[in-house]
């Protein structure tokens, strides 16, 4: 089984300032993919970006990019130029390749605050 | 965009009460999930279903059941709510292939069961 860990319940960061958000994850898998999804307050779960085991070029969605470690089993979270929108809930996912249904392992979650 | 939609967002019942959560999704995928969400445990996955009238259990089904008689469709069904249920239920569909297939989620049902 997969378990995924994120080992700060909450962070904070000024406005215009980066954050990094960890997570590390244990499997034997060797194809899997890994996400970071965002849950404003009051509003529905949304991804933010996502990444293919396989790849070796960590993936990058405009402020948001990870720091992809896979012989670490580490995945982390880096936002640039953080906004008062970025004030959310990351969730840090694991999905096994393969397979009929794209099963979501997650963490327990990072709750940012951005702050003027 | 994808739209899925939970039928309540608020929801209150009673101890032994039979309750539905229902989810509707309207990109004709496959995959449909109710997920629970608790705070310092994350999202824990109750069912999920990759196709009508499949489904299959998730980490945490004791409680639980889920019906999917249309391929948009699927619901959550606690045969006798109890309080330690009371919590918020996501909604999420994708479709099979996934990289090519995230998760969508639906706004929530925040359930309390008094």
């Known amino acids: 089984a997969q378990t995924v860990t994120q080992s700060q319940p909450e962070m904070s960061v000024q406005e215009a300032e980066t954050v990094t958000l960890s997570c590390t994850y244990d499997?034997?898998?060797?194809?899997?993919?890994l996400f970071w999804y965002k849950q404003p307050p009051s509003r529905q779960m949304i991804l933010v970006i996502r990444q293919e085991a396989y790849k070796q070029q960590n993936a990058t969605e405009n402020r948001f990019s990870v720091n992809f470690q896979k012989a670490a089993k580490s995945f982390s979270l880096k936002i640039s130029d953080s906004q008062l929108g970025d004030t959310a809930m990351y969730f840090c996912a694991f999905m096994k390749g393969g397979g009929t249904a794209s099963k979501l392992t997650f963490g327990t979650g990072t709750r940012l605050q951005v702050t003027l | 965009d994808v739209k899925v939609t939970q039928s309540s967002r608020y929801l209150v019942k009673r101890t032994g009460e039979k309750v539905f959560l229902e989810c509707v999704q309207d990109?004709?995928?496959?995959?449909m999930f109710w997920y629970r969400q608790d705070p310092g445990l994350g999202l824990r996955l109750i069912y999920f279903s990759y196709d009508v009238k499949m489904k299959e259990k998730g980490d945490i089904p004791e409680g639980y059941s889920v019906s999917r008689e249309k391929k948009e469709r699927f619901s959550l069904i606690l045969e006798s709510a109890s309080t330690n249920q009371t919590s918020m239920y996501l909604c999420?569909?994708?479709?099979?292939?996934?990289?090519?297939?995230?998760?969508?989620f639906g706004d929530g049902t925040r359930l309390s069961i008094l």
């Open positions: 999420a569909s994708s479709w099979t292939g996934g990289l090519l297939g995230p998760q969508h």
């Open positions: 990109m004709d995928h496959e995959n």
């Open positions: 499997t034997s898998e060797n194809n899997y993919y």
